[in-house]
């Protein structure tokens, strides 16, 4: 039985491949190994670049037509979620007889159902292959890093893997950028302290540390974070709304212990649940409304909005008290 697919990490050429998910970034990386395979396989290779948006009719099989020095090629058609009706018949009859010297590459997002005939004709075919690229939630980003450093053979804390995801959230070209600085720069292990140098002023770590102190209940700890953070010259108003938002997903499932959160996994959802812990319902009214505060003093309803901040973070230190 064939394969329905592979991960993007074992991308291989195929008379027909199916680039299929929401990351572009990881079908950007999937797209350059077949390049690269081929480049190296094959030598010099011509590369022509379609966006399904503008196809028109016969514009396949004149893109594979051997060419007058009869030199390899890589067609790539991007945008599939968009694609026309002569796209699909075109590349559905294309299935059944592709040019031997052609690698040719559809990419779809996966955001619409259009080009659904031809998806099923390519997942049905022995001459094609689907590469998988998932979204990027959490989990998939530490998993990701994980693997940056393994392949190169780079060791790497787990408490380093975490801090990138933290870093940039769901960026994967930035936290593989990231990964690739620290790779080149860093003899020996990288510590989580080595990233905290590199990237440690990003908002979205500092926001990190500094609710986990608060939930925690550790007031000097967290004003210390806030502080550091705010002296790094990080937005005041992206602070408080990463604050709110944190704040929101933990009343949402200390309101409903089986409540979830789409956009976080199960182990995030249950820090979440660990943070309401002890909490009343007064305190966490008063927490929001804090918030609210927070955000109109950030937005400079307040001469002294750096203040305002503080008084939330202590309130949430605090549990609402």
């Known amino acids: 039985m064939k394969e329905t697919s592979v991960s993007w990490r074992k991308a291989a050429p195929a008379p027909v491949v199916l680039i299929f998910g ?3 970034y990881l079908a950007g990386r999937g797209i350059r190994a077949i390049r690269d395979q081929l480049t190296s396989k094959l030598g010099s290779i011509e590369v022509e670049r379609v966006s399904a948006s503008d ?3 016969g514009q396949i099989n004149n893109l594979a037509a ?13 945008g599939v979620e968009k694609c026309s009706d002569d796209l699909i018949a075109d590349g559905i009859a294309y299935l059944a007889n592709p040019e031997p010297e052609v690698t040719l590459i559809l990419v779809h997002d996966g955001s619409s159902v ?8 390519i997942r049905a075919s022995d001459k094609a292959a689907e590469i998988a690229v998932p979204k990027a939630d959490a989990k998939f980003v530490q998993a990701f890093v994980a693997e940056e450093f393994q392949l190169v053979g780079k060791q790497i804390q787990p408490q380093a893997i975490r801090a990138i995801a933290d870093a940039f959230g769901e960026s994967l070209s930035e936290a593989a950028a990231a990964c690739e600085q620290l790779i080149q720069d860093i003899e020996g292990t ?11 002023g990003r908002v979205e770590v500092s926001i990190y540390k500094l609710m986990d102190s608060a939930w925690a209940g550790q007031k ?8 550091h953070t705010l002296s790094n010259g990080n937005d005041k108003v992206m602070l408080v709304s990463g604050i709110a938002k944190q704040v929101r997903e933990v009343a ?4 409903n212990r089986n409540a979830t959160i789409p956009y976080l996994n199960s182990w995030q959802v249950d820090q979440r649940r660990k943070a309401g812990a002890g909490w009343s319902e007064e305190g966490m009214a008063r927490i929001i409304n804090a918030c609210a505060e927070a955000d109109a003093a950030s937005k400079g309803a307040s001469r002294d909005p750096e203040y305002v901040i503080e008084q939330l973070i202590l309130l949430i230190s605090n549990k609402g008290r």
Do not use: M
């Not at 051997?66 to 991007?78: C, G, N």
């Not at 080595?194 to 990237?199: A, K, L, S």
């Not at 000097?220 to 502080?227: H, M, N, T």
């Open 190 to 200: 990288v510590t989580e302290e080595i990233v905290d140098q590199y990237y440690g």
């Open 55 to 57: 196809y028109t009719s």
């Open 114 to 121: 259009r080009g659904k005939k031809l998806l099923e004709a």
């Open 22 to 24: 929401p990351q572009t």
């Open 66 to 78: 051997p060419s007058l020095f009869a030199q390899p090629k890589l067609i790539i058609i991007e």
């Open 220 to 227: 000097s700890q967290a004003i210390e974070y806030l502080r």
């Open 252 to 255: 949402k499932v200390y309101a």
